[in-house]
């Protein structure tokens, strides 16, 4: 029986965890229940304003969208994953919107708790027949920016898929407006 209960490396080189004790999820959910509770505290007793919050720097605060777009070339787009990070200045993502085509209207797949941040990972799939081929919105971002510096973003597409679920060579493009 295995009980390695050390970090051990994932396909993508991230660390996680395991654990084989049936009374970690207890304690997994307990610990998670005290957090919740904290961040409830602070968001209440500091006034309203969520952790983290930085108030913008003499009023230089500023709304900015970033359009995220997929071009898939000739194969049609049936699922996709994108990560986009501010790399200069200081960014908030205020909200995330979905794309043009009907396939992906919805808002992408993502980390609630990344909103308010300046790093995301966006992710959707559609198993449906009309899926968009060429280079289509995949996704924009609502965000907010302060100081005098103009952002920068970066960003890299981590999968692009076609309908059969073989991956696709496609690539991911910014645009500000």
Do not use: C
Request: no cysteine; proline share 7%; charged share 20%.
């Amino acid at each position: 029986m295995n009980r390695d209960h050390g970090p051990r490396t994932t396909d993508h080189g991230l660390k996680s965890s395991s654990s084989s004790s049936s009374s970690s999820s207890s304690i997994f959910s307990s610990i998670w229940t005290r957090a919740l509770i904290l961040a409830l505290l602070l968001i209440f007793l500091g006034g309203g304003q969520a952790p983290g919050f930085v108030p913008p720097p003499n009023g230089q605060a500023r709304s900015a969208v970033v359009d995220v777009f997929i071009d898939s070339g000739a194969v049609p787009l049936a699922a996709w994953q994108v990560e986009l990070a501010a790399e200069r200045g200081k960014v908030k993502i205020i909200a995330i919107e979905g794309g043009e085509h009907p396939a992906y209207k919805e808002p992408p797949r993502h980390d609630p708790a990344a909103i308010g941040y300046k790093r995301i990972v966006l992710a959707a799939f559609n198993t449906g027949k009309d899926l968009p081929k060429g280079k289509t919105r995949v996704a924009r971002l609502r965000l907010q920016t302060l100081g005098d510096t103009e952002p920068d973003y970066a960003t890299r597409l981590d999968a692009a898929a076609a309908p059969d679920g073989k991956r696709i060579r496609a690539t991911v493009s910014l645009v500000k407006g």
